[in-house]
């Protein structure tokens, strides 16, 4: 049950926050909550798109930690149904449909990965398959009543889309009602979402007031920029941090990071208090930044050995005390040794590193896809992936 009293449970959940709708309301909540010892119902959705958490995610994932701490009742909701159908938040196109065995696959993966900033034994681990699969064709059309074809083409994704001429589909428009079902359906106090996600999750709030039940406040929380510092964080940009990522490549990738972008990232990734943070010279803030991650995904003694490895190879430009070996095969190319050897994870990512000039093989920037070495040497892509390449 909430130990702290209003003032501190405020502090604590507004740390980070873009908005909340409305904070009235969630002082009525809490102060109702205190009052008659009785949880709050927090509620934050994942459609299992891919196997990978990455550090974006976690953004969402320590402030429902925060609520765990603070002894209220976290939904943690994986859109399963709804993942089969695509979020079009953000998107430009009508996103590829996933078939219900890829999404169940993808599922599978995120209960440990969520283990580790989330206290499994105090959330609660909800399918909306659950429900959805369960109703009829007609209610599910009845959903279509709670808005208006209007309100729909109000939103920013849809008008820029229209405006290009570009299909949205009817099945874009059915998105919105179904995560506001969710909410209906779990009886929400807080939903919790990024800064884009705020379309969606207004729509909870209507629904769940056509339904006569009290309104959930919203509260959004930024999204968090990748490796380049202008895309938010995602697979699909290149530009993100799994948490499953090895230390030493979390380790190089945060160090690569811009310093205005690590204290964002200490921000909303850690407890560090930002005030001393700045008082640091901006590398040693960095190193330790790295540090923490590390720390809170893999373990301490890793991120020291990370640490290590990385002043070794990019202080004092020596090679990695352990470089992975890779038999040159018949047929092979650049982009076939790059995924082959795991040194990255799918053929546009090799193709993309090749074409910003960030392959060598010995001192000499690899330009072209077909390139075959012809004699024994090292591979490296990017700045932290090295591959000896044995012929």
Same mark, same amino acid.
């Given at each position: 049950?909430?130990?702290?009293?209003?003032?501190?449970?405020?502090?604590?959940?507004?740390?980070?926050?873009?908005?909340?709708?409305?904070?009235?309301?969630?002082?009525?909540?809490?102060?109702?909550? $205190?009052?008659?010892?009785? /949880? =709050?119902?927090?509620?934050?959705?994942?459609?299992?798109?891919? &196997? *990978? @958490?990455? #550090? %974006?995610?976690?953004?969402?994932?320590?402030?429902?930690?925060?609520?765990?701490?603070?002894?209220?009742?976290?939904?943690?909701?994986?859109?399963?149904?709804?993942?089969?159908?695509?979020?079009?938040?953000?998107?430009?196109?009508?996103?590829?449909?996933?078939?219900?065995?890829?999404?169940?696959?993808?599922?599978?993966?995120?209960?440990?990965?969520?283990?580790?900033?989330?206290?499994?034994?105090?959330?609660?681990?909800?399918?909306?398959?659950?429900?959805?699969?369960?109703?009829?064709?007609?209610?599910?059309?009845?959903?279509?009543?709670?808005?208006?074809?209007?309100?729909?083409?109000?939103?920013?994704?849809?008008?820029?889309?229209?405006?290009?001429?570009?299909?949205?589909?009817? $099945?874009?428009?059915?998105? /919105? =009602?179904?995560?506001?079902?969710?909410?209906?359906?779990?009886? &929400? *106090? @807080?939903? #919790? %979402?990024?800064?884009?996600?705020?379309?969606?999750?207004?729509?909870?709030?209507?629904?769940?007031?056509?339904?006569?039940?009290?309104?959930?406040?919203?509260?959004?929380?930024?999204?968090?920029?990748?490796?380049?510092?202008?895309?938010?964080?995602?697979?699909?940009?290149?530009?993100?941090?799994?948490?499953?990522?090895?230390?030493?490549?979390?380790?190089?990738?945060?160090?690569?990071?811009?310093?205005?972008?690590?204290?964002?990232?200490?921000?909303?990734?850690?407890?560090?208090?930002?005030?001393?943070?700045?008082?640091?010279?901006?590398?040693?803030?960095?190193?330790?930044?790295?540090?923490?991650?590390?720390?809170?995904?893999?373990?301490?003694?890793?991120?020291?050995?990370?640490?290590?490895?990385?002043?070794?190879?990019?202080?004092?430009?020596?090679?990695?005390?352990?470089?992975?070996?890779?038999?040159?095969?018949?047929?092979?190319?650049?982009?076939?040794?790059?995924?082959?050897?795991?040194?990255?994870?799918?053929?546009?990512?090799?193709?993309?590193?090749?074409?910003?000039?960030?392959?060598?093989?010995?001192?000499?920037?690899?330009?072209?896809?077909?390139?075959?070495?012809?004699?024994?040497?090292?591979?490296?892509?990017?700045?932290?992936?090295?591959?000896?390449?044995?012929?």
């Amino acid at each position: 049950m909430p130990s702290n009293d209003l003032e501190s449970q405020l502090k604590i959940i507004k740390r980070g926050a873009v908005e909340i709708i409305s904070t009235e309301q969630l002082k009525a909540k809490l102060e109702n909550s $205190l009052k008659n010892n009785k /949880p =709050l119902v927090i509620k934050a959705g994942f459609d299992p798109t891919a &196997a *990978d @958490i990455h #550090l %974006g995610h976690t953004v969402l994932l320590r402030k429902l930690r925060q609520f765990q701490d603070l002894g209220h009742k976290v939904v943690f909701l994986i859109g399963d149904f709804t993942a089969r159908i695509g979020d079009p938040t953000g998107r430009s196109e009508k996103r590829k449909q996933l078939s219900k065995e890829e999404v169940i696959a993808y599922a599978a993966t995120y209960k440990k990965q969520v283990s580790k900033v989330l206290d499994l034994d105090r959330v609660e681990i909800v399918f909306n398959s659950d429900w959805f699969e369960k109703m009829s064709v007609l209610e599910i059309l009845s959903l279509t009543g709670h808005a208006t074809v209007a309100q729909m083409l109000a939103r920013a994704d849809f008008k820029k889309r229209l405006a290009k001429s570009e299909d949205i589909s009817l $099945l874009e428009f059915m998105y /919105p =009602l179904l995560q506001g079902y969710d909410s209906v359906k779990l009886r &929400a *106090d @807080i939903e #919790l %979402g990024g800064t884009d996600q705020i379309f969606n999750l207004l729509v909870g709030r209507d629904m769940q007031k056509d339904y006569d039940q009290e309104q959930q406040v919203v509260i959004t929380m930024p999204l968090l920029e990748g490796t380049d510092g202008v895309q938010k964080m995602s697979k699909s940009f290149g530009n993100y941090i799994g948490i499953n990522d090895p230390p030493g490549e979390i380790f190089g990738k945060i160090m690569s990071i811009s310093d205005e972008l690590m204290y964002k990232y200490y921000e909303l990734l850690t407890d560090c208090e930002i005030s001393r943070i700045k008082q640091m010279h901006p590398k040693e803030a960095k190193i330790r930044l790295a540090k923490e991650i590390i720390t809170q995904y893999h373990s301490g003694s890793a991120a020291q050995e990370a640490a290590g490895e990385f002043e070794r190879v990019f202080s004092h430009k020596e090679s990695p005390a352990e470089i992975p070996e890779y038999r040159l095969k018949a047929n092979d190319n650049l982009v076939s040794i790059l995924v082959n050897s795991g040194l990255v994870k799918s053929g546009n990512e090799a193709r993309r590193l090749i074409k910003q000039g960030a392959v060598f093989f010995g001192e000499k920037k690899l330009e072209a896809e077909d390139f075959v070495p012809v004699q024994s040497g090292t591979l490296k892509a990017g700045s932290r992936r090295f591959l000896k390449i044995v012929i």
